[in-house]
C-alpha cells in the first residue's frame, strides 16, 4: 500500500463548528505532515510529526489543533475557524527524514475545506 | 531557511516539445536537497526528482531530465517530448532544515495537443 488517504474529500463549515481531518498512510512511514494550500499558491508547512510526536509548529493559530494518535494517523482538529482557513488541506507522509532532510513525501489527495 | 525563485508562471507546449523549467534557489545550509514535484488537476502533489547537494552529476530518468548547478543555486527540470498528461502545476522544493521542505511559488504547465 503505498498511498496516504484523506478523509472527508470536501467539508463544509461554519464558524462555531468543531469538525476533524482524518489522514492515514500503511507504508511504514514515522513522519507525518499538514500543508495548507490556497488557491494558485504553494503549499505550507504547517505541522510536522516524528515518531507520533510533534516536531515542528509552524506558529499555527490554535484553532488548528494536531493530533497523531499512533503512527498510521494523522488528525486535524478545527475549532472556530475563519472565512480566510478555506483552502486545500494536504497530508503527507516521509520515511523519518535523515539530517538535511532528504526523503520524498507522499502526499493524500487532500481535503478541501470552506468555512462560512 | 530556504528561498525558491520559479520565474516562468506559465507554459504552453505543443505535444511532443521539449520544456525546461526553471528554478533558482537560494540558502545557507551547506547540505541539502532539491526536490521536484508535480500537481496535476486532481490536486495530489507527485514526488517526481530530488538531488542532494554534493553530487551535481545530471541525471536522466524516462522523459524526465534535470541539469543541477551548484554554482549558480539552479535547478532546472526538463520534461522530454512532452505529453498532454504531464500538464500540471510544477513546484521546484529545496529541503535544508531537517523535514522541512520550502515550495516554490509552481509553473504551470499546459500541453496542447
Known amino acids: 500500500d503505498t498511498e496516504v488517504t484523506q478523509t472527508p474529500k470536501h467539508l463544509v463549515m461554519g464558524m462555531t463548528n468543531k469538525k476533524s481531518l482524518k489522514c492515514e498512510q500503511h507504508m511504514g512511514h514515522r513522519a507525518m505532515y499538514w500543508y495548507k494550500q490556497k488557491a494558485k499558491k504553494p503549499p505550507e508547512l504547517m505541522f510536522v510529526?516524528?515518531?507520533?510526536?510533534?516536531?515542528i509548529n509552524e506558529s499555527v493559530p490554535s484553532r488548528f489543533s494536531p493530533e497523531c494518535p499512533n503512527s498510521s494517523l494523522l488528525n486535524l482538529h478545527l475549532h472556530a475557524l475563519q472565512p480566510e482557513d478555506s483552502a486545500l488541506y494536504l497530508c503527507?507522509?516521509?520515511?523519518?527524514?535523515?539530517?538535511?532532510?532528504?526523503?520524498?513525501?507522499?502526499f493524500g489527495p487532500g481535503t478541501r475545506l470552506t468555512v462560512l | 531557511a530556504q528561498k525558491v525563485t520559479q520565474a516562468q508562471t506559465e507554459i504552453s507546449v505543443v505535444e511532443k516539445e521539449d520544456v525546461t523549467l526553471d528554478c533558482v534557489y537560494e540558502t545557507r545550509d551547506t547540505t541539502y536537497y532539491l526536490f521536484w514535484y508535480k500537481q496535476p488537476p486532481s490536486g495530489e502533489l507527485v514526488f517526481l526528482i530530488r538531488?542532494?547537494?554534493?553530487?551535481?552529476q545530471n541525471e536522466i530518468s524516462g522523459r524526465y531530465s534535470w541539469n543541477f548547478q551548484k554554482s549558480t543555486s539552479s535547478f532546472n527540470f526538463t520534461i522530454t517530448a512532452s505529453q498532454v498528461v504531464d500538464s500540471a502545476v510544477y513546484f521546484c522544493?529545496?529541503?535544508?532544515?531537517?523535514?522541512?521542505?520550502?515550495f516554490g511559488t509552481g509553473t504551470k504547465l499546459q500541453v496542447i495537443p
Open positions: 503527507a507522509s516521509s520515511p523519518l527524514a535523515t539530517s538535511g532532510g532528504g526523503n520524498e513525501q507522499f
Open positions: 538531488r542532494n547537494s554534493f553530487d551535481e
Open positions: 522544493a529545496p529541503s535544508g532544515g531537517y523535514q522541512k521542505v520550502t
Open positions: 510529526y516524528s515518531y507520533e510526536k510533534l516536531s
